[in-house]
Nanobody, 126 residues
Framework: VQLQASGGGLVQAGGSLRLSCAAS????????MGWFRQAPGKEREFVTA????????YYADDVKGRFTISRDNAKNTVYLQMNSLKPEDTAVYYC????????????????????WGQGTQVTVSS
């Protein structure tokens, strides 16, 4: 599967952005999807993930209550709605995929995912 992330940009603190990750190929509905981010000089970190059917989600503590992951399996797309953005959310955001055969499994470890998008830059100004 190939992943294409989009929707990044420059936003003021307190603002919102919606990232999209479009997947090509078949059987998107059998893949768990995740969002990770990497700020300059820092390691890639987990943001959120959603199971193949969308029934299970998990968030990193520092985005819980502000970010929402969702997916539209008919459109082969996963979304990340980011509200109340903070300067510390500034990073390149990557979407990732892992085939689970449709099982409701998600992981927070980047090495579990075997497909990655190219990343989209999110910059939050103070």
């Amino acid at each position: 599967v190939q992943l294409q992330a989009s929707g990044g940009g420059l936003v003021q603190a307190g603002g919102s952005l919606r990232l999209s990750c479009a997947a090509s190929g078949q059987a998107f509905s059998t893949y768990a999807m995740g969002w990770f981010r990497q700020a300059p000089g820092k390691e890639r970190e987990f943001v959120t993930a959603i199971s193949a059917s969308g029934g299970t989600t998990y968030y990193a503590d520092d985005v819980k209550g502000r970010f929402t992951i969702s997916r539209d399996n008919a459109k082969n797309t996963v979304y990340l709605q980011m509200n109340s953005l903070k300067p510390e959310d500034t990073a390149v955001y990557y979407c990732a995929a892992k085939s689970t055969g449709g099982l409701p499994v998600i992981r927070t470890v980047s090495t579990w995912y075997n497909y990655w998008g190219q990343g989209t830059q999110v910059t939050v100004s103070s």
